[in-house]
Each structure stands twice: as structure tokens, then as C-alpha cells.
């Protein structure tokens, strides 16, 4: 079974700086999708990055990026120019590629809380 | 499109009580998922729908029943309410691979439920 560790239960950053978040995984496919979620304190789940295994290059969305090192099983979050709408609950979530891709594995979740 | 929806947004149950959560989707998609949010504990897999007529257990599923009788519909059943079922329940749902799925799956906006 998958497993996917958040180690930074909570983190702070001044507005305008970068941050990153960790993500490891531990899985003994070779094709699989590796996600970012946002929860707001909304509670809606949004979808902030997605990364595929197969794929060397490191996905980026805007002021979000991903550090994705497939040998070490790791996949980190950096947001640039944080803003306060980025204070918010963030989850590292795993799925395997071919016929489980609905099935989501979360991390444990980080918060994070961009202080003005 | 109204994307995923749930209904309610706030249930308050006694112990013993049954209730039915519902999903909704417009979207046409064929997988369907239900997860439950726990403080520390991330999103964990309760059950799944790859389509109507067909539902499997995920990673938490005592407690609680499915079925789908329609692709729109995925309703999670709780027929004895435990406090243990104390939760956040968020619905979603995807495309599949096979309909050239990317592997993003879609939130409801959860339903918090407590049991006394």
C-alpha cells in the first residue's frame, strides 16, 4: 500500500516570500500521479498542482511549483509571492496511474498561515 | 454545471440513528469516491464507484453502505450512527483513464456530521 508523509504539521510565512512544503511517498510503482490540494478554511478541496511520474520536468502553475525528485519519493511545494489567500490547509495526495486513478492517498495535511 | 454537490452541509445525529449523505454530479463522470476528514488524519478512502451498478471498499469502510444506480448519483449511507463516524465527509468524483481521464478528481464542498 501507498503511503504518503507530510512532515510540517504547521508552517507561517511573511506575505511576499517563498515557502516550501515537504511531501514523501512510498510507492513500488513506476507510473503513478502525485497532487497538491489547497483546503481553505471554506473547506472546499481545490486542486492547486498535479505532477506525473513519467514526466522529468517539475509542473508549475503560476506562483506554485513542484520539486519532484522521483528516487528519493519526494515532491515538495514552492509558493512564491505568498498572499494571504494562500493561508490555508495543503495536502500531498498520491494515485496510481492506470485503472485506480480515483483512488486518492492524502498526507496528513500542512498548515499553512501567511501572516501580513 | 453545478460540478459536485452534497447535501447536507451540517447533520447532527444520536447514536443509533441512520441518515443518508448524498452526492450529485453533472459532469458525467464515471468514477465516484467518498472520503472522511479527520483532524491529524488527512482524507482517508471510505468507498468507490468505477460506475453504476458498481461500488468496492476503500481504505475505512465499516459503517457505512453505498450503492449506484445512476452515474449522476452516489449516495453514503451511515445505518447505525457511532461517534466514531464524527467526521467531515467529502464526495468526488473523475473521468476515467479510458475516456482520457487527467486524473483530477473533483470535491464536493463536505458535509460535517457529528453523532452524540
Known amino acids: 500500500a501507498q503511503t504518503v508523509t507530510q512532515s510540517q504539521p504547521e508552517m507561517s510565512v511573511q506575505e511576499a516570500e517563498t515557502v516550501t512544503l515537504s511531501c514523501t511517498y512510498d510507492?513500488?510503482?513506476?507510473?503513478?500521479?502525485l497532487f497538491w490540494y489547497k483546503q481553505p478554511p471554506s473547506r472546499q478541496m481545490i486542486l492547486v498542482i498535479r505532477?506525473?511520474?513519467?514526466?522529468?520536468q517539475n509542473a508549475t502553475e503560476n506562483r506554485f511549483s513542484v520539486n519532484f525528485q522521483k528516487a528519493a519519493k519526494s515532491f515538495s511545494l514552492k509558493i512564491s509571492d505568498s498572499q494571504l489567500g494562500d493561508t490555508a490547509m495543503y495536502f500531498c495526495?498520491?494515485?496510481?496511474?492506470?485503472?485506480?486513478?480515483?483512488?486518492?492517498?492524502f498526507g496528513k495535511g500542512t498548515l499553512l498561515t501567511v501572516n501580513p | 454545471n453545478a460540478g459536485v454537490t452534497q447535501t447536507p452541509k451540517f447533520q447532527v445525529l444520536k447514536t443509533g440513528q441512520s441518515m443518508t449523505l448524498q452526492c450529485a454530479q453533472d459532469?458525467?463522470?464515471?468514477?465516484m469516491s467518498w472520503y472522511r476528514q479527520d483532524p491529524g488524519m488527512g482524507l482517508r478512502l471510505i468507498h468507490y464507484?468505477?460506475?453504476?451498478?458498481?461500488?468496492d471498499q476503500g481504505e475505512v469502510p465499516n459503517g457505512y453502505n453505498v450503492s449506484r444506480s445512476t452515474t449522476e448519483d452516489f449516495p453514503l449511507r451511515l445505518l447505525s450512527a457511532a461517534p466514531s463516524q464524527t467526521s467531515v465527509y467529502f464526495c468526488?468524483?473523475?473521468?476515467?483513464?479510458?475516456?482520457?481521464?487527467?486524473?483530477?478528481?473533483?470535491f464536493g464542498p463536505g458535509t460535517r456530521l457529528t453523532v452524540t
Open positions: 495526495a498520491f494515485a496510481n496511474s492506470g485503472g485506480s486513478n480515483y483512488k486518492l492517498t
Open positions: 468526488a468524483s473523475s473521468y476515467s483513464i479510458l475516456a482520457g481521464g487527467a486524473y483530477e478528481q473533483y
Open positions: 510507492t513500488s510503482e513506476n507510473n503513478y500521479y
Open positions: 505532477q506525473e511520474a513519467y514526466k522529468q
Open positions: 459532469m458525467n463522470h464515471e468514477y
Open positions: 464507484s468505477v460506475g453504476a451498478g458498481i461500488t
